[in-house]
T-cell receptor, first 113, second 112 residues
């Protein structure tokens, strides 16, 4: 079955700098890769996703890149702001998984003022 | 706007008690999920359901059962609570053929 590893577990960056979080997956049949953000005390919410037929997707300050050959995908946040502080989860979905998502362990992003 | 609600935000129970956690969604979603969230372990799937009265085991079903008698409601049952079931429990829902999951606010369960 699918396995998703996420790094780093904690990331501290200066406000205004960029942050990158990386995930690797094991199942080459996986075709959908979302990123969820969970602010302190709140529920996880989808912020961006990418499908396997696309290499990169952007939405304002956030972007996701996918390398199918290496089986990894990354979340990029530019010009970080205090409200970017949260736990970020990556996930992967395999065509055989009945719409289940396999989740990474999460990255706690800290934005230093 | 999708709304997923959970019956309690915080719950304290004693070892051996039977515990019911309820989740309700108002968007006619077919899929519903129960996860537990523990630091450093991410979201681990306990059970999911893709239709009324249907259920499938996730990665960590031991010690849990579920019930889906109505489309909008998915209940998680701890038959005999144990201290290692102390955790944050998150419910989620999604449309049948769509991947985006919408989460409830979570229930933080403490088993003493």
């Amino acid at each position: 079955g699918e396995n998703v590893e996420q790094h780093p577990s904690t990331l501290s960056v200066q406000e205004g700098d960029s942050a990158v979080i990386k995930c690797t997956y094991s199942d080459s049949a996986s075709n959908y890769f979302p990123w969820y953000k969970q602010e302190l005390g709140k529920r996880p919410q989808l912020i961006i996703d990418i499908r396997s037929n696309v290499g990169e997707k952007k939405d304002q300050r956030i972007a996701v890149t996918l390398n199918k050959t290496a089986k990894h995908f990354s979340l990029h946040i530019t010009e970080t702001q205090p409200e970017d502080s949260a736990v970020y989860f990556c996930a992967a979905r395999s065509v055989d998984s009945n719409y289940q998502l396999i989740w990474g362990a999460g990255t706690k992003l800290i934005i230093k003022p | 706007d999708v709304k997923v609600t959970q019956s309690s935000r915080y719950l304290v129970k004693r070892t051996g008690e039977k515990v019911f956690l309820e989740c309700v969604q108002d968007m006619d979603h077919e899929n519903m999920f129960w996860y537990r969230q523990d630091p450093g372990l991410g979201l681990r799937l306990i059970y999911f359901s893709y239709d009324v009265k249907m259920k499938e085991k996730g990665d960590i079903p031991e010690g849990y059962s579920v019930s889906r008698e109505k489309k909008e409601r998915f209940s998680l049952i701890l038959e005999s609570a144990s201290t290692n079931q102390t955790s944050m429990y998150l419910c989620a829902s999604s449309l049948l053929n769509q991947e985006t999951q919408y989460f409830g606010p979570g229930t933080r369960l403490l088993v003493l």
